[in-house]
Structure formats: structure tokens, C-alpha cells
């Protein structure tokens, strides 16, 4: 049984706009904090914590995308959100999905950003 999937990446150009989505499971949705990461190339496993959202909506960021990326979830549809605006070629990973803070749940494949003229 899938626990995280998410969907919506691809290649845009700089400047560029993109909408990711990630399907969870109800099991743990709308009571757990969840994360957006990311894994760039040449990182290796490390991931970088994007942005996350409590259950009751308050959101924090990391200081490289404040201001053009926004988090939202809709707890009834057990579904994440990230609206990424702006986009630059660093922003170019691998996105990924999941609780934020203690427990993970096994990491779903991520999607693909790619952000390049």
C-alpha cells in the first residue's frame, strides 16, 4: 500500500511556474506536520527540507524559496500541495513528500523538477 505519492513535476523554464501534489495516506494525513524536500543532484541521499505545514495550516520555509514557493494541504483529501513560483535552476531536485518532524513514513519516488532554458 502506497503511503506517499507525488505528482506534478517537470521541465519548465526559468521563471517559471509549478504545481505539486501528494497523495497520502488517511491513516496519518490530517494529524501529522508534513514536509516538501528535495534532492538535488550530486547530493546523494541528503535531502533538504523545503517547506512544511502543520495540521492546522501554519506553514515555515527555507530562506531559499521564501516568497516563491507556498505549502497548502486540504485534510479531506488527504492531499499536499506546493506551489512553486519563480523557479530557478537551482531549484532543479528531486521533490518528495513527507511528515515532518519525528517517524517518517517510507519514502514514496518523488517527482522531477527541472528548471532549465
Known amino acids: 500500500q502506497v503511503q506517499l505519492a507525488e505528482s506534478g513535476g517537470g521541465l519548465v523554464q526559468p521563471g517559471g511556474s509549478l504545481r505539486l501534489s501528494c497523495a497520502a495516506s488517511?491513516?496519518?494525513?490530517?494529524?501529522?506536520?508534513m514536509g516538501w524536500y528535495r534532492q538535488a543532484p550530486g547530493s546523494g541521499v541528503q535531502r533538504e527540507l523545503v517547506a512544511h505545514i502543520t495540521s492546522s495550516g501554519n506553514t515555515v520555509y527555507a530562506d531559499s524559496v521564501k516568497g516563491r514557493f507556498t505549502v497548502s494541504r486540504d485534510n479531506a483529501k488527504n492531499t499536499l500541495f506546493l506551489q512553486m513560483n519563480n523557479l530557478k535552476p537551482e531549484d532543479t531536485a528531486v521533490y518528495f513528500c513527507?511528515?515532518?518532524?519525528?517517524?517518517?513514513?517510507?519514502w514514496g519516488q518523488g517527482t522531477q523538477v527541472t528548471v532549465s532554458s
Open positions: 513527507n511528515k515532518w518532524g519525528a517517524f517518517p513514513e517510507p
Open positions: 488517511a491513516r496519518f494525513f490530517s494529524i501529522s506536520a
